[in-house]
């Protein structure tokens, strides 16, 4: 009861300690911000990912007017005509009024609801772009979405796969020590010297072709999530070789504690400072990797759209200067990244017992 | 200090000697201009793609040695003129061939010499074919020479006359005459020695590589750049009568990227690039200022094609037969085909710098392109027809199924270091899933490609390109149905079907003929057999463009030739 009131006290200081970290809290709002859009992509998108206007390829974005020859107006675009290759000219006499919660194509709502309301969208035949449109005339915001999908999530599945590992690894050697100790860290260190990259190139080569991309990158992230425990569990095993002979620790043994309960309960919670801002650092490696894999032709392959995937399609001199907003997928990513690491760095000093927690 | 002067003397008397002999050499069978009056000197700077890796063109395997070499270092006896892409002489002065197809006799230009001063005979065209035909040489010259895999006899009748001898009537054998010249002063004791093949790799000194070309190499920097220098004994004169080249020196850097090469010649740096047409407005914004000129040189000879696997040993088929039966149904490829949005391709994959391609014939090829084939221009109802004769049919969703109610899935792949094709490979996908197909479109690496295209056979289609030329019998190891790229189902015993029996028996025949108008007739056949069956579907072809600088004169800009194939000719305005 003492022990549990002590805990929420001290859980408190931290948190209120975090809060006043200015820019660790705001980074943590855009970043759940990003993760909201990504669950929602489907609602907020205007169009699915995949939906090609074929006479729309390059389409800068679009302008949203706010005012008409009469003053203030509801907001309108015009539509454009091609005049040359990827050129477009507005129609200053056709404008489409810009509408929200309108019905377009289908999709399913957290994989189980079916619907076709999406957040906006305009009436007529001209679609909008509000952060133009790809080679292949597809709207770059609703792809971005999508994208951030893979690009965010996927990172969270291999920092779980990685750290459920690292922690009974580490605990298993760090706690019983002698033969077992001397086994795993062996195995650590084997896993670790597996060249990543190359791993990498015979995987892409060995997996089938007719499995979809997703998946194909999702199973060449989890093998790599595999290999990335190795450096997490050598320390883990020092931190529960420092804590093991704690007087707390040798109670509970001498009380009769299971060793699993031990581990469990008394040793690993003592880490998940370590394993929490690791987590947070982590995550960003990631999301570069993707970027980097699909840079390659290793990640996402297309139609299927992701962060890393859609800025590898602007490696040119003459995309980067006459199509600027193919670029935009490389500043989520610079956002991402940076506000983890900010979120990171917050968390660590909240964290950190050496912190004194006056309020 | 004596031995020193003995020793001058001794040097003297050798260039006295060489300058002597090649006075005495009197070039009888000039060539002339009929280009404009150039002047003299100055540097012409352009790029390479790669390193050449030998400089023994003969054994030369790839484009990067042969870039250097071909034309410009070494000459055959017959070129194709880059405009006409017609066979013309070169180091023979004229050609006659006997009526019953079998005996072709070359007179050479006399007093024609090598860069060194010797003089170029019939001595050094007897000993090029004696390396050919010798087993121990690994040249990719051999084998096309070779007819009924019988080497045609070839020898001298005098100084200036050689005559070739064929088993039988081969017309695309005038193509092989364009095999380059190697001299036999320099290489003749080497190759009696067995060391032919070791002979002039890329640490030679370049004074030692002798050519008959417009340029002779000076210097080359592996990784940097190959100087090449004018040729002062060359054969061909300007309209005065002067020798050409105009050009002094000629610079090629080694640039491996398409951005660098972009970047070197908007610095000014180089004097002609190549322009992708992605960078096509680019460029063109900033012709003016910077004073260069696009040219666009039309369809160039590159051809990128989608293929079906019509293969019956193809492994995966114990798993999924109906896929080749699917294939097997013409009405299925035809529906195929009505998919194929070329507008489209050209405008997103090409950025409007393309043109459609329909025949097997690569669409420059001014000769031999049949014009009139059927096409199948980008219409979704009539590839639903076509689906629909051949009894497939949709469910409510849109998704397309076969008579035995078997979802229609395929794969598609192409090779992942072209973005130009991949971007063709997606927007095919993206149609044919308009059709209600699930297609599985991916890029995967070349060499696997290409060994599945080879040896594996066990992929459903491929997106490849090959590049043609002008002789349709280059494509002898394609089409013909015992071809080991006949890509659909290569290296058949018996053709597995009656057109492709045809298709031998084309092949046959316009290979025996030798008047072009006969010859034109087996393959315009041929063409008409490929577009109405379909084994292949023809994509779009990208233009050629090319960007160059005003100050360059002469120019007479083809897809087939480039800008410097007629270098001898060209100058260099201040």
Do not use: C
């Not at chain 2, 290569?490 to 003929?513: C, H, M, S, V, Y």
Request: proline residues 5%.
């Amino acid at each position: 009861m003492q022990n549990s009131i002590l805990k929420n006290e001290l859980l408190i200081k931290r948190i209120k300690s975090f809060r006043r970290n200015k820019i660790a809290v705001t980074a943590g709002i855009i970043l759940i911000i990003l993760y909201l859009l990504a669950i929602f992509a489907p609602f907020v998108a205007p169009y699915s990912s995949n939906q090609n206007f074929k006479q729309y390829f390059f389409h800068p974005p679009t302008k949203i007017h706010f005012s008409d020859e009469n003053g203030l107006s509801w907001p309108y675009i015009y539509q454009t005509k091609s005049i040359g290759w990827a050129e477009y000219k507005s129609n200053q006499q056709r404008k489409q009024p810009l509408k929200f919660l309108v019905t377009g194509s289908e999709y399913k709502f957290l994989g189980i609801f079916k619907s076709n309301l999406h957040l906006f969208g305009v009436q007529g035949n001209m679609p909008i772009f509000l952060l133009g449109s790809d080679n292949y005339g597809r709207d770059i915001f609703s792809r971005l979405l999508f994208g951030s999908r893979v690009s965010l999530f996927i990172a969270f599945v291999a920092i779980l796969i990685s750290t459920t590992i690292a922690l009974l690894m580490g605990g298993i050697a760090g706690y019983y020590g002698g033969l077992v100790d001397n086994i795993i860290m062996r195995l650590a260190e084997i896993v670790m010297s597996i060249p990543s990259f190359y791993l990498l190139l015979a995987l892409a080569a060995v997996l089938p072709l007719d499995i979809s991309s997703a998946f194909r990158f999702f199973l060449i992230v989890t093998i790599l999530a595999f290999q990335g425990w190795a450096g997490m569990a050598r320390v883990i095993r020092g931190m529960v070789l420092a804590v093991k002979n704690e007087d707390y620790v040798l109670a509970a043994r001498a009380i009769g504690a299971a060793d699993k309960k031990i581990i469990i309960k008394h040793i690993l919670p003592s880490t998940s400072t370590f394993v929490i801002i690791r987590a947070t650092v982590a995550i960003p490696s990631y999301i570069i990797m993707e970027s980097g894999l699909s840079f390659l032709g290793l990640g996402i392959q297309e139609p299927a759209a992701s962060w890393g995937n859609m800025l590898s399609s602007a490696q040119n001199i003459t995309k980067i200067t006459d199509f600027p907003w193919l670029l935009i997928p490389g500043f989520l990513i610079f956002i991402t990244v940076l506000n983890y690491n900010l979120l990171g760095d917050g968390l660590r000093d909240a964290l950190d017992p050496k912190n004194t927690y006056s309020v | 200090m004596k031995k020193r002067i003995f020793i001058y003397l001794i040097l003297f008397m050798l260039i006295f000697a060489t300058l002597a002999a090649a006075q005495n050499i009197s070039l009888q069978d000039p060539w002339y201009s009929k280009k404009e009056q150039g002047k003299y000197g100055g540097t012409l700077i352009s790029t390479l793609t790669g390193d050449p890796k030998t400089f023994n063109i003969l054994i030369a395997k790839e484009t990067s040695s042969t870039d250097v070499l071909a034309g410009y270092i070494f000459e055959g006896l017959l070129t194709r003129n880059g405009v006409t892409t017609e066979l013309e002489p070169e180091l023979a002065k004229e050609w006659s061939i006997s009526e019953d197809g079998k005996v072709y006799t070359l007179k050479l230009r006399r007093g024609v010499q090598w860069s060194d001063g010797v003089e170029f005979t019939a001595d050094d065209v007897i000993f090029t074919f004696d390396l050919i035909s010798d087993q121990q040489i690994p040249t990719s010259s051999r084998d096309v020479m070779l007819i009924d895999a019988e080497f045609p006899e070839y020898k001298k009748l005098d100084k200036y006359t050689v005559q070739f001898k064929l088993a039988k009537s081969f017309a695309p054998f005038l193509n092989n005459l364009t095999a380059p010249i190697l001299p036999k002063h320099k290489l003749y004791s080497i190759w009696q020695a067995g060391d032919f093949n070791k002979v002039w790799g890329i640490n030679t000194e370049p004074a030692e590589i002798v050519g008959t070309g417009p340029f002779k190499l000076k210097e080359y920097k592996p990784g940097e750049r190959i100087i090449m220098v004018k040729n002062n004994l060359y054969w061909r004169k300007d309209p005065a009568g002067k020798t050409l080249p105009y050009l002094e020196n000629w610079v090629r850097i080694i640039a491996d990227n398409q951005e660098t090469k972009s970047l070197l010649f908007e610095k000014g740096q180089t004097h002609f690039l190549a322009v992708r047409g992605i960078d096509y407005k680019r460029f063109a914004s900033k012709a003016d200022q910077n004073d260069f000129t696009l040219v666009n040189a039309g369809p160039n000879f590159g051809t990128d094609f989608l293929i079906f696997n019509l293969n019956p040993r193809n492994p995966k088929l114990k798993e999924q037969p109906w896929k080749l039966e699917w294939f097997n149904n013409i009405h299925f490829r035809k529906a195929i085909a009505y998919a194929f949005d070329k507008q489209t391709m050209i405008s997103q994959a090409m950025a409007g710098q393309g043109t459609p391609q329909w025949s097997p014939v690569s669409s420059p090829n001014k000769v031999y392109l049949n014009q009139d084939v059927k096409k199948y221009p980008f219409n979704l109802e009539k590839a639903r027809q076509e689906l629909k004769a051949a009894k497939f049919y949709w469910d409510d969703s849109g998704k397309l199924y076969d008579q035995n109610d078997r979802r229609v899935e395929f794969n598609i792949l192409t090779y992942a270091e072209n973005n130009t094709i991949i971007s063709l490979m997606n927007i095919i996908a993206s149609d044919l899933r308009n059709l209600g197909m699930k297609i599985n479109a991916s890029p995967i690496e070349f060499n696997k490609l290409v060994s599945k295209l080879d040896n594996e056979w066990d992929f459903d289609t491929i997106i490849i390109g090959l590049t043609g030329g002008v002789e349709p019998h280059s494509g002898s190891n394609v089409w013909p149905s015992n071809g080991h790229l006949h890509m659909w189902n290569p290296r058949q015993k018996n053709p597995a079907t009656e057109w492709e029996a045809r298709i031998d028996e084309l092949f046959r025949l316009g290979a025996a003929a030798t008047s072009i108008k006969q010859r034109q007739k087996y393959y315009d056949e041929f063409q008409e057999i490929i577009a109405e069956k379909l084994p292949v579907i023809y994509t779009v072809v990208p233009n050629s463009i090319y960007a160059v600088r005003n100050n360059l004169k002469n120019t007479d800009i083809t897809a087939y030739g480039g800008v410097i194939w007629n270098i001898y000719e060209l100058y260099l305005e201040d």
